[in-house]
C-alpha cells in the first residue's frame, strides 16, 4: 500500500472513531439529570394543551392558537403523550433525541458543502458538530421539552435535503420534495423558521440555475409546493398569526443595542471558530459559500431588530451558532487537511481535540445555570397537588406548572394564572383584586423572590392588599405562599 492509501485509510478510521464518539458524547452531556428542575413555564404549556386536546378533545378552552407561536396541534401533542411515559422527563428526553440528531445533521450539511470528494470532507463536518453539540444554547433548549429543538432539527434537516438534491447522482425531485416536507413542518411548529422563506428561496433559486434538468426540478417538487403550502398557511392560519404577531409585538418594543448585546453574549464563544474557519475558506476560494453563511447566520438577527422583539432571541441564537459552525468546519478542515504531512496533520488534530474539550468543559459548566433559570417550586406544587379536590379554584403564581401538577384531580379551567383573568365584567389587575375580595378562589398561591417582572410584583401586591379576612396562610415555605379560603 502507498503512503497515500495508508494516509486515506487512517483518516477514514479517525473520522469514523471520531464521529461515534461525538454522537455518544452528545447524547451523554444533554442526558444526565432531566429532571433537574420542575417543567418550564412552555414546557407545562404545552403538555396542558395536548392533553386536553388529544384526551379530553377540547383544543379551544385555552385559545391556544392565538398566542403560542407555531401550531397548537403539532408539539403539544408530542409533549403530551411523552410525558404520558416518562412525565416531564419523558418529554425533555424526546428533545434530547433530536437534538443529537440535529448534531448528525450538522456534520452531514457541512461535509455535504466542504468541497471535498472523499472521507476527507467529513473533517470539516466533524469539526462543525463538535461546536454545536458542545454549545451551551444546544444544551439548554435541547433539555428544554419546547418546540425549539424539533422544528430546528426539521429545519436543518430540510436543508440538508435541500442540497442534496443538487447532486447529480441522486434522484433531484425527491430530495427536493423531501426538503419542503421538512421545511414545511418546521415552519408549522414554530413560526420563526417562516423567516428563512425569502432566504432560502433566494438561495436555492441560484444554486438551481446550474443545469436545466436542476431548476425543473427545484421549480416542480420544492417551489412549486412551498407557494402553495404558503397559501394554505395564508387561507388556514393567517388569522391567528396575525393575532400572535399583533400581540407580541405591542409586548415589548427592545432597542438595537440591547438586541445586539443579548445576541452576542449567547453567541460570542462561537464567533472566533468563526473568524478562524473564515480565514480557512477564503483562502481556498469559497467566498460564495461563505457569504451565503454568514448571511444566514445573521438572518435571525435581523428579525429580531426589525421586529424589535428580544423575548426567545436566546434560543433562536441557536440558528446563528449552526450556521457560525458550519463555516468555523469547512474552513478550520480546511487549514487541518491543507497539509499531505501525517505528523503534522496528527499534531493538527490532537491541537483542536485538546481546543474542543476546553470548549465543551466552559460550556457544560455555563449551561448549567439553565437548570436554576426559573424558581424550583416542586415542594409547593406537590402540597397544592395534596390539598386539591375536585372543583376548587386555584390561583397560581408560578404559572402553568401549577395547572400540571393538579391536572390529574382537577380541570384546568379551574386554575387561574397571573398571566390573564377576566371576572364578570371586570379585566386583568381589577378582576384579580374583585375576585380575590369576594373570596372566588379556594387556593391562592404566591411567590417572593427577586427574579419576577415589575408585573408580577404589582399584581402579586395587589392580591396581597385584597386578601383581607378571606383567607388563612396554610403554606410558608422557601419563598412560596399558600393561602386558603376560610370558608
Do not use: C
Not at 19 to 48: K, W
Not at 80 to 98: D, K, P
Amino acid at each position: 500500500m502507498n503512503k497515500k492509501g495508508y494516509f486515506a485509510l487512517n483518516i477514514q478510521q479517525v473520522l469514523f472513531g471520531a464521529f461515534g464518539l461525538l454522537f455518544l458524547a452528545s447524547f451523554l452531556v444533554r442526558t444526565i439529570n432531566l429532571s433537574y428542575n420542575i417543567p418550564f413555564y412552555d414546557e407545562a404549556v404545552y403538555v396542558v394543551i395536548g392533553r386536553l386536546g388529544l384526551y379530553q378533545h377540547d383544543w379551544w378552552s385555552y385559545n391556544a392558537a392565538s398566542w403560542v407561536a407555531g401550531s397548537s396541534f403539532l408539539y403539544p401533542s408530542l409533549a403530551a403523550l411523552s410525558y404520558n411515559v416518562g412525565g416531564i422527563v419523558g418529554s425533555r428526553f424526546i428533545n434530547v433525541l433530536l437534538g443529537v440528531l440535529t448534531v448528525e445533521v450538522v456534520v452531514f450539511l457541512a461535509s455535504l458543502l466542504s468541497g471535498f470528494r472523499d472521507a476527507r470532507k467529513f473533517v470539516g463536518g466533524l469539526i462543525a458538530g463538535s461546536i454545536v453539540g458542545g454549545s451551551t444554547i444546544a444544551l439548554y433548549i435541547n433539555r428544554l421539552a419546547t418546540y425549539d429543538t424539533p422544528s430546528f432539527y426539521l429545519f436543518f434537516l430540510g436543508l440538508a435535503f435541500l442540497f442534496w438534491a443538487e447532486k447529480k447522482y441522486v434522484k433531484n425531485g425527491k430530495w427536493y420534495f423531501l426538503a419542503f416536507v421538512a421545511l414545511y413542518i418546521a415552519f408549522l411548529i414554530k413560526m420563526i423558521t417562516i423567516a428563512y422563506i425569502p432566504l432560502l428561496f433566494i438561495i436555492s433559486y441560484f444554486r438551481s440555475r446550474k443545469t436545466k434538468e436542476l431548476y425543473f426540478y427545484w421549480k416542480r417538487y420544492f417551489a412549486l409546493p412551498m407557494v402553495i403550502g404558503v397559501l394554505l398557511y395564508g387561507v388556514f392560519g393567517l388569522a391567528p398569526t396575525l393575532t400572535y404577531m399583533q400581540s407580541q409585538l405591542v409586548r415589548e418594543r427592545i432597542g438595537f443595542l440591547e438586541i445586539v448585546r443579548l445576541f452576542w453574549e449567547k453567541t460570542s464563544y462561537v464567533w472566533l471558530f468563526y473568524i478562524i474557519g473564515t480565514y480557512g475558506m477564503l483562502l481556498f476560494k469559497q467566498w460564495k459559500l461563505w457569504m451565503m453563511l454568514t448571511i444566514s447566520a445573521l438572518w435571525i438577527l435581523a428579525v429580531h431588530l426589525a421586529t424589535f422583539r428580544l423575548a426567545t432571541l436566546d434560543k433562536h441564537a441557536f440558528l446563528t451558532i449552526v450556521f457560525l459552525s458550519i463555516v468555523a468546519g469547512i474552513g478550520i478542515g480546511n487549514l487541518i487537511l491543507s497539509t499531505t504531512k501525517k505528523t503534522i496533520f496528527a499534531v493538527n488534530v490532537f491541537l483542536w481535540g485538546i481546543v474542543f474539550a476546553g470548549y465543551w468543559f466552559l460550556s457544560y459548566q455555563d449551561a448549567k445555570n439553565y437548570n436554576t433559570y426559573w424558581a424550583n417550586s416542586g415542594e409547593v406544587l406537590s402540597y397544592l397537588s395534596s390539598e386539591v379536590k375536585l372543583g376548587d379554584t386555584i390561583l397560581a403564581e408560578v404559572g402553568p406548572a401549577a395547572i400540571l401538577s393538579v391536572y390529574e384531580k382537577n380541570h384546568p379551567v379551574y386554575t387561574t394564572t397571573f398571566d390573564w383573568f377576566e371576572y364578570g365584567k371586570l379585566q386583568g389587575p381589577e378582576a384579580y383584586a374583585q375576585a380575590v375580595q369576594d373570596g372566588y378562589f379556594s387556593y391562592i398561591e404566591l411567590e417572593e423572590g427577586p427574579d419576577r417582572s415589575s408585573e408580577k410584583v404589582e399584581l402579586h401586591n395587589l392580591i396581597q392588599e385584597n386578601l383581607a379576612d378571606n383567607y388563612n396562610i396554610v403554606y410558608d415555605n422557601n419563598g412560596f405562599l399558600v393561602y386558603k379560603r376560610v370558608y
